[in-house]
């Protein structure tokens, strides 16, 4: 739909969909990891690209410190200066690290990196979710499609984390399982983001405005409309700054061919499997 010269974004086109029927914890089956539900990513778009270079260079970085030096780690140490954070202003600056193909900067999203034990020390260490104890547990690799889709209040963003083993119970979870997060100091699980149910995963800034506006008598939908609406004005933020790039560049090089931004319907194929939820 079109309101003057403004696109008015409709529905389907925006990812904020909030799936809160399932926000309840209390039934989860401790056996099970509240993870099931990973949002996969098609490896050819740049942001598919860009998780799948972070895990490779954090596990060849991971594993030196056990094997001894062979590279100049580079990626721990900015995850230890920026609070596990890689924003998605940074994503360019990554993909030349990286040393993969950057894409638009419109097209990248924020990506928590959730390695508790890196980040605090080995005291900090994923508990077995069945029988609470990390004694037994060990690190069982990243594995490609572990990440989560999380409902920003402006934007959304990606947490990304390794599987682990408990070698006495046979169990395989990550480290973003509640039970996990529960033996957290409570100063650390505060800097855990999001609330992650087995559908949804909605940033803890959304989830306290749904608590302060639903006993006001504000429907969900509601909630969801505004959600929209900020997601949609961020994206026209971004889709100006790229046209003012791209007139940067034709300026430069009149015979410069400017490349168009992505509508939503089209970054979803570019950027999203067809069953990633949000």
Partial sequence: QRRGSQRRVIDEDIEAN?????ADEEDEDPDEDNGTDIDNLPTESPMGQL??????????????QRTGPAINPWLVPYLKNHNFWIRAEAA?????????ESGKLGYYKGVKV???????????????????????????????DAQRLVVGLQANYYIITRRWKCHACKVNFWAWHTNCLRKL?????????ALLTHRSAIDKEVLSLIRALCPEGTRCEHISNLLRELHSK??????????????????????????????????????KCPHETS
């Fill in 51 to 64: 998780l799948e270079a972070i895990r490779a260079r954090l596990l060849m970085e991971i594993n030196q």
């Fill in 114 to 144: 959730w390695l508790p034990e890196i980040q605090w020390g080995p005291d900090c260490t994923p508990c077995c979710v069945r029988c609470g104890e990390s004694k037994s547990v060990g690190n069982h690799g990243f594995d490609k």
């Fill in 185 to 193: 100091p409570c100063m650390k699980v505060c800097e855990f983001p």
């Fill in 234 to 271: 961020e994206f026209d933020r971004l889709r100006l700054l790229d046209a003012c790039e791209e007139l940067k560049k034709t300026q430069v090089n009149p015979l410069h061919d400017p490349s168009p931004f992505s509508l939503f319907r089209e970054r979803d194929r570019l950027e």
């Fill in 92 to 100: 360019q600056f990554i993909c030349k690290k990286l040393k993969i």
């Fill in 18 to 22: 909030l799936n809160l029927a399932d």
